[in-house]
């Protein structure tokens, strides 16, 4: 009986997609099986059943490197949402892009918006299916530089915190491993302006017993906020009606609780007897600045807000009952 000599058998590339959101991606495998095998186990937790499976002539000529340009794959009827400015990516960009050019827009603006759209062409998308998306250089650049600045603010929060902390306590060491402890800061831009909303830095100080301290700032976690409540129909409507104001006086009252440990453990003076005095007798008699009375909602309480100055307010959706 003569040998059959078998040839190893090259890749193939198939489109695998989950069944119910429809999403997926390019698999390059041997056997259809072995691709849908593994698309479940990417896209539908592993249920072989909950995704289709089916060739994808057109990227075999990406089988070798297995990285598939998103350009080629929205020519073939897919489409992405680009990582800069969130718009849907396929090939009606251009129609999207023109429907957003108002008559009332400056014609400066009007002319450069037009002419990007009737320069884009699908090859401009920048991306493969496994990385980040953008619409175009223009979009990966203004990305690249938004995540710039925001890093530069987070680390300028990281060392003004670090030097109130020195300042503080001058014998003390920052907990910069990345492994356990490391400084941590978030800052994001709203309507045209950055906002720090966390920071927190860790450092180890003489006397330690359990652990590092932690000198740490949460926007949303320790004061008050304006509630819009009902307004009549042609009320005014403020820039910020849900703006956040002063601290709990919960708040206050454990951050003197936590000073004056550290006071107790590092054996420094931050304040004397009389200044802790004067700031429990503001507690006690529930002292706000002025306009706050401290019937507010908590800072961390989800509110219904008003979306524009007609009054139509944007609902909170009850997810888990009362909650």
């Known amino acids: 009986m003569k040998g059959v000599i078998m040839t190893?058998?090259?890749?193939?590339?198939?489109?695998?997609?989950?069944?119910?959101?429809?999403?997926?991606?390019?698999?390059?495998?041997k056997y259809a099986v072995v691709a849908r095998r593994e698309g479940a186990s990417i896209w539908s937790d592993?249920?072989?059943?909950?995704?289709?499976?089916?060739?994808?002539?057109?990227?075999?000529?990406?089988?070798?490197?297995?990285?598939?340009?998103?350009?080629?794959?929205?020519?073939?009827?897919?489409?992405?949402?680009?990582?800069?400015?969130?718009?849907?990516?396929?090939?009606d960009l251009p129609s999207l892009w023109e429907g957003e050019c108002r008559q009332d827009d400056p014609p400066r603006e009007q002319v450069i918006a037009r002419r990007r759209y009737?320069?884009?062409?699908?090859?401009?998308?920048?991306?493969?299916q496994h990385g980040a998306c953008f619409c175009d250089q223009r979009c990966a650049d203004e990305h690249e530089a938004h995540e710039a600045e925001r890093k530069r603010r987070q680390d300028h929060a990281i060392?003004?915190?670090?030097?109130?902390?020195?300042?503080?306590?001058?014998?003390?060491?920052?907990?910069?491993?990345?492994?356990?402890?490391?400084?941590?800061?978030?800052?994001?831009?709203?309507?045209?302006?950055?906002?720090?909303?966390?920071?927190?830095?860790?450092?180890?100080?003489?006397?330690?017993?359990h652990g590092p301290a932690t000198y740490r700032w949460d926007a949303r976690s320790y004061g008050r906020r304006r509630d819009q409540g009902a307004k009549p129909e042609k009320a005014h409507f403020g820039k910020n009606p849900q703006r956040m104001g002063p601290l709990t006086l919960e708040a206050r009252a454990h951050a003197l609780d936590v000073v004056l440990d550290v006071?107790?453990?590092?054996?420094?003076?931050?304040?004397?007897?009389?200044?802790?005095?004067?700031?429990?007798?503001?507690?006690?008699?529930?002292?706000?600045p002025n306009k706050w009375d401290g019937t507010e909602?908590?800072?961390?309480v989800w509110l219904p807000y008003t979306i524009d100055g007609a009054g139509r307010v944007q609902t909170v959706m009850q997810l888990f009952g009362d909650q």
Not at 193 to 207: I, K, L, Y
């Open 8 to 29: 190893d058998r090259p890749k193939l590339a198939y489109a695998v997609t989950e069944n119910y959101e429809n999403t997926g991606g390019i698999i390059f495998a």
């Open 46 to 91: 592993g249920d072989f059943g909950g995704v289709s499976c089916r060739r994808a002539k057109w990227a075999d000529q990406c089988a070798d490197t297995g990285i598939v340009p998103l350009w080629l794959m929205i020519c073939h009827g897919w489409h992405f949402e680009c990582m800069g400015c969130g718009r849907r990516i396929d090939e």
């Open 118 to 128: 009737r320069k884009w062409e699908v090859t401009d998308v920048i991306g493969t």
């Open 159 to 209: 060392a003004v915190f670090k030097a109130k902390v020195l300042e503080r306590f001058p014998g003390i060491e920052f907990a910069d491993n990345p492994a356990h402890l490391r400084p941590h800061a978030f800052a994001t831009k709203s309507k045209g302006r950055w906002r720090v909303e966390q920071v927190s830095v860790d450092f180890t100080f003489p006397g330690m017993v």
């Open 263 to 288: 006071q107790t453990r590092a054996r420094v003076d931050l304040i004397n007897a009389e200044e802790e005095a004067r700031i429990r007798e503001l507690i006690a008699a529930k002292t706000f």
């Open 297 to 300: 909602p908590r800072a961390d």
